[in-house]
């Protein structure tokens, strides 16, 4: 048990590198399918604007869960 203990924290910075790592394909591959949806080309202004209101969303959502979770709402 202690022995994987060990390795688990041993190799945690690698699995956290790679969940952050594919987070953030999956958000990328989630902006181009929706700002596209819109008729967005990824390499047009729109697009960036697009992909900003986004971020905005997801923090928003983000706050709004860590409220939740704090008992606020």
Do not use: W
């Amino acid at each position: 048990m202690s022995a994987l203990a060990i390795l688990l924290i041993a190799h945690a910075p690698t699995m956290r590198a790679a969940a952050e790592r594919l987070k953030a394909e999956q958000t990328d591959e989630e902006n181009r399918m929706f700002c596209q949806k819109f008729h967005m080309a990824s390499d047009t202004e729109s697009f960036a604007t697009c992909v900003g209101y986004l971020t905005e969303i997801r923090r928003r959502h983000g706050e709004r869960l860590a409220a939740e979770a704090a008992g606020i709402l």
